[in-house]
Structure formats: structure tokens, C-alpha cells
């Protein structure tokens, strides 16, 4: 099991920044991959950017070059750092970590809750 807990959201005007932050606990040592995605009204969920273990950091094509994505492992953290933040990106910006188990293999998927951004023009 593993719990995810996001902050860090808010309203902030375009060309604005804001750091998302998700906690990370339980089945740590079980995580392969985490992301963050996000939602916007009346649109499916998409992937914003990904961190699998041993590979680098990949990023949705609409926002590389403004966002970061980082991993805290000594304290369980997990981060996306939104710059030159545009109206577009109004989302709800969710955490998600994707876990392998061994004996018996197992794979599982965990969301947190989801945190507001909201970017006014």
C-alpha cells in the first residue's frame, strides 16, 4: 500500500509559478514509476510528467521547458515546479505511483487526491 497526499495548489495569474508537493508513504521500496497528471473540466486526465526509477524525467510536450518534476527520496517527496504558468494549465494536478511487488509479482496503481490550479489571465 502506498498513500500519496498532495499541496501546493492555488490561483495564480499567468506567467506565475507554483511548486506542487506530494507526500509519500507506505510500500515505498515497492515504487517503479511516479508522475503527476492533471484534469481539466470537461477533458480527460493527462500525463504532465513521470519519473521512473533509473531513468530520466519525461515531460508532456506542453509543458517542457516550464515545469520540473523532482524526486526527494531521503524524505519521501515528491515535486512539480510550474513556471511561466499559462491559463491552460487550470487543472487538478494529481500525484501517482505505480508499484512492483515480487512474490508473488504484483503490480498496483495509487492516486492522491488531487490539489486545484488555477491560472487567471
Known amino acids: 500500500q502506498v498513500q500519496l497526499v498532495e499541496s501546493g495548489g492555488g490561483l495564480v495569474q499567468t506567467g506565475g509559478s507554483l511548486r506542487l508537493s506530494c507526500t509519500v508513504a507506505?510500500?515505498?521500496?515497492?515504487?517503479?514509476?511516479m508522475a503527476w497528471y492533471r484534469q481539466a473540466p470537461g477533458k480527460q486526465r493527462e500525463l504532465v510528467a513521470v519519473?521512473?526509477?533509473?531513468?530520466?524525467?519525461d515531460y508532456a510536450d506542453s509543458v517542457k521547458g516550464r515545469f520540473t518534476m523532482s524526486r526527494d527520496n531521503a524524505n519521501d517527496m515528491v515535486y512539480l515546479q510550474m513556471n511561466s504558468l499559462k491559463p491552460e494549465d487550470t487543472a487538478v494536478y494529481y500525484c501517482y505511483a505505480f508499484t512492483i511487488t515480487t512474490m508473488p509479482f504484483k503490480t498496483e496503481e495509487y492516486w492522491g487526491q488531487g490539489t486545484q490550479v488555477t491560472v487567471s489571465s
Open positions: 519519473i521512473a526509477t533509473g531513468v530520466s524525467t
Open positions: 507506505g510500500s515505498i521500496l515497492s515504487i517503479h514509476r
